[in-house]
């Protein structure tokens, strides 16, 4: 494999040490006790940095705590041990400054898709007047092609448009950070790759720090600037992170053109392939 593309998790702990970025997550730890009092590890020295521009996948098998990372970088559970800071303060709750988008919507079905993002926004931006809710609220749902559908009820629209209400929520109040929990692995291959290129024409035109977790190799070259490649659990770590080194916007059928993809694609499988092995 091309040597570039592989940062060693020494380098990148040591990244993270020497060039303070938008998110640092150092030496973090995170265990559960169990019912006779013994402690069972979830994460095992944790380090990554992420900065305030870019898009990173974090991929592994199920158990290895990547949802569980993504809550601590959320505020939405707490590390045993570590460091987890955005923009030098670190981080103890969850904020409007990272939001998350998940896997399963979490609408409230007796809202209105323009009712749902509207609700998020009066909670948050309790400052701006009432036109100014409105206006952000319609310029998010055109931003996700959703001004048709904005007074249909959430048991009225297909999966990938509930998920794009959920994606129009998070991004409306005007995160510093975007957190994704398998946010299409819900939705069939033909509206989960629509949806994908929607997200990344999105983050272009509004660039901020993502955070997304996965299990498809695919999906997490297409998308990313860098994936994280998780070890197996109990203890997982950060085995590998990936340099993705194609140039944006990015066209899919291009990708598979080159070499360098395949080049890249192989080398995530075969990691994911060999620990998979190991817990056999």
């Known amino acids: 494999m091309t040597q570039y593309f ?6 990148a702990s040591s990244q993270v040490k020497k060039h303070p970025e938008f998110l640092e997550i150092n030496n973090l730890f995170k265990s559960y006790k169990n019912a006779d009092g013994s402690e069972f590890s979830v994460l095992d020295n944790i380090n990554l940095s992420i900065g305030e521009n870019e898009y990173i996948s974090v991929i592994g098998h199920s158990g290895c705590g990547k949802s569980t990372l993504l809550k601590i970088v959320a505020g939405l559970e707490k590390q045993s041990a570590g460091m987890v800071t955005l923009e030098g303060k670190e981080i103890r709750k969850p904020g409007a400054d990272r939001m998350m988008v998940f896997q399963h ?15 998020a926004v009066d909670e948050v931006l ?12 319609n310029e998010h749902l055109a931003m996700v092609n959703l001004t048709a559908a904005a007074d249909k009820y959430p048991d009225e629209i ?32 033909l509206t989960r790759g629509k949806l994908q290129k929607q997200v990344l024409d999105i983050w272009e035109n509004h660039r901020q720090a993502a955070m997304m977790i996965t299990h498809d190799v ?3 070259i297409y998308m990313s600037d860098r994936i994280v490649l998780m ?12 340099s993705v080194p194609f140039a944006r916007p990015r066209d899919r059928q291009e990708l598979r053109e ?8 192989n080398y995530a499988l075969n990691f994911l392939d060999r620990y998979f092995t190991q817990d056999e």
């Open 218 to 220: 695919d999906e997490a």
């Open 258 to 265: 080159s070499k360098d993809y395949y080049e890249l694609r």
């Open 105 to 119: 919507y979490g609408l409230l079905p007796w809202l209105t898709v323009r009712e749902n993002i509207r609700l």
């Open 6 to 11: 592989s940062t060693s998790i020494d380098e």
């Open 126 to 137: 309790r400052s701006l007047s009432r036109p100014e809710k409105i206006s952000l609220v």
């Open 231 to 242: 070890t197996n659990g109990p203890a997982a770590t950060i085995g590998e992170i990936l």
């Open 158 to 189: 297909s999966g990938g448009m509930k998920q794009r209400v959920g994606i129009a929520r998070a991004l409306a109040l005007r995160p510093k950070m975007l957190l994704m929990d398998e946010p299409f692995g819900a939705l069939d291959a």
